[in-house]
């Protein structure tokens, strides 16, 4: 039974960094594209960030590339995504989502194209001075 857990969120300042965490159980990462996202009251759910199968290619929305990064621990089953130089506007709830089956063995961060079945229940990151 495929089950993913976010963790890792709270309160950061700008300047400040936060890590979070996506803990998969029931499926090896190498069989999964697992995708970060993130929704703000009164938003839309947006792609932050993905991870493909074979840990390549990876994503990121243009919002956060070059402060965002994210890598996986085989060891663990675990993806994590790295928030630096956070801002005010990174603020949201943030969800990992697993797809099986991704496109041509790529991940994507299009809820319409992709296929994201599998959900972890959320991690508040909340960004202020």
């Known amino acids: 039974q495929l089950q993913l857990a976010e963790s890792g969120g709270g309160l950061v300042q700008p300047g400040g960094s936060l890590r979070l965490a996506c803990a998969v159980s029931g499926l090896t990462l190498n069989r999964l594209a697992i995708g970060w996202f993130r929704q703000a009251p009164g938003q839309e759910r947006e792609g932050v960030a993905c991870?493909?199968?074979?840990?390549?290619?990876?994503d990121f929305a243009d919002s956060v590339k070059g402060r965002f990064t994210l890598f996986r621990d085989s060891a663990k089953n675990t993806v994590y995504l790295q928030i630096d130089s956070p801002k005010p506007e990174d603020t949201g709830v943030y969800y990992c989502a697993a797809d099986l089956q991704p496109y041509l063995g790529i991940c994507t961060l299009d809820l319409e194209n992709g296929r994201y079945p599998y959900w972890g229940q959320g991690t508040q990151v909340t960004v202020s001075s």
């Open positions: 991870i493909s199968p074979r840990a390549y290619p990876i």
